[in-house]
Every structure is written in structure tokens, then in C-alpha cells.
């Protein structure tokens, strides 16, 4: 039989929870996130960020960066992305996204510029 005089026991696995209170699920996300510097990001870490934030919104690997370039508002970078992986690998589809970081690090927004093969040249000027 279940005792239930003591509701902040979870019955599962007889381990105790703290009672929930009011907006602390927001505060506990908010202290769990990545600290974020005040000032402006170095290039190193616009990039390890848009990489990042860019993989984890897409699910697919980041091939590289090709450009970046900082603006009034953060960053403005363009990047690589392994789209479908074939083989031979010259036969891969790439695709390059424009990924915009704010000064803090944190993307605002991206899009998919092209889609193109590995082993094709780029036909840009």
C-alpha cells in the first residue's frame, strides 16, 4: 500500500521531489543556459556558436565556414552544410546558409542560399 501523507515522494523510485513552485521551471532553464558575455563575441566564437546553434536547429553537420563578417547588430556568416551524404563523396550535396548571430551569440536567423555538389565549382563571381 502507498503512503500518501507524503506527496513530494515520487512512488516510482521512492526518491523525494521538491514541490513545484511558480515560474521556477523558467529560472531553472535560464540558469542551466550558457552563460553569455556582455560584450561583443570574438570571431572564434561567432563561429563555434553559429556552428553549433546551426546544427542543433537543422540536424545536419556543418561542413565549414566560408565567410563571416561582423555588423551593427552581431554576426553575418556563411556556412557549409552537408546536406545528403552520397557516394563517392565528390557527389555529396552541400548547401550554404546565410546564419546571422546577435552580439551575444545567439541566432536570429538563418537561410539556405544554394544547394550544390561537392565536386562541382562554384559558378558565382
Avoid at 31 to 60: D, F, V, W
Amino acid at each position: 500500500m502507498t503512503d500518501t501523507s507524503n506527496p513530494s515522494q515520487d512512488e516510482s523510485d521512492g526518491t523525494s521531489r521538491e514541490p513545484a513552485k511558480k515560474g521556477s521551471g523558467t529560472r531553472r532553464r535560464a540558469a542551466a543556459e550558457k552563460p553569455r558575455p556582455s560584450k561583443s563575441l570574438r570571431p572564434t566564437e561567432a563561429i563555434r556558436e553559429a556552428r553549433e546553434q546551426l546544427t542543433e536547429l537543422t540536424g545536419r553537420q556543418v561542413d565549414s565556414v566560408s565567410s563571416f563578417r561582423a555588423t551593427d547588430d552581431g554576426w553575418l556568416l556563411e556556412v557549409e552544410v552537408l546536406e545528403l551524404s552520397r557516394v563517392p563523396d565528390t557527389m555529396s550535396l552541400l548547401a550554404s546558409y546565410e546564419v546571422a548571430l546577435d552580439d551575444q551569440g545567439i541566432l536570429t536567423g538563418y537561410r539556405r542560399l544554394r544547394r550544390y555538389e561537392r565536386g562541382r565549382s562554384d559558378d558565382r563571381h
